[in-house]
């Protein structure tokens, strides 16, 4: 299974286009907030499934804060970060453990990020369309098959 996964387009899906319509085979889309309706456009646009949460800047955009769900029989949490203080990591460590996750997919920080505490995976893809950290916009990918969750990130 092959999962693109973009964070933090504020509305500015370009740079998501252009990454999908070149990404060869995908299977779903991850879209970790700010904009909801983002990942619903490019769901649409690109006729893929799609699973997205909300952001601290999405107001009411009709879509769940965090989503538990099944990749290729990994569990996997999937939060903006806003509400769970993404700055202190322990706060999502403690989540995932409560939800027996294997991975946590974050956005919030506009700044890419893949790291393993205690034997779970915590990624966040960076801003697709306003980078914090750098002069250009990134994405993640994850390779989920038996050898589990392989993430990888991609500065555009």
Do not use: W
């Not at 879209?31 to 999405?58: M, W």
């Amino acid at each position: 299974m092959r999962v693109i996964v973009f964070s933090d387009s504020h509305g500015q899906i370009d740079y998501a286009r252009k990454v999908l319509k070149g990404a060869g085979q995908v299977d779903l889309i991850l879209h970790a907030g700010d904009f909801y309706r983002d990942a619903l456009a490019l769901a649409d646009e690109f006729s893929l499934p799609v699973k997205a949460v909300q952001g601290n800047c999405d107001g009411e955009a009709g879509g769940p804060e965090e989503e538990l769900f099944d990749l290729a029989g990994h569990r996997v949490l999937m939060t903006h970060g806003h509400l769970n203080g993404i700055d202190r990591m322990g706060n999502l460590l403690k989540k995932a453990r409560e939800y027996e996750a294997e991975a946590v997919i974050f956005g919030h920080t506009h700044m890419p990020q893949s790291v393993k505490m205690d034997g779970i995976l915590f990624f966040n893809p960076g801003s697709i369309s306003r980078p914090r950290d750098q002069d250009r916009p990134s994405y993640g990918i994850l390779e989920i098959g038996e050898g589990g969750i392989v993430p990888s990130i991609v500065h555009y």
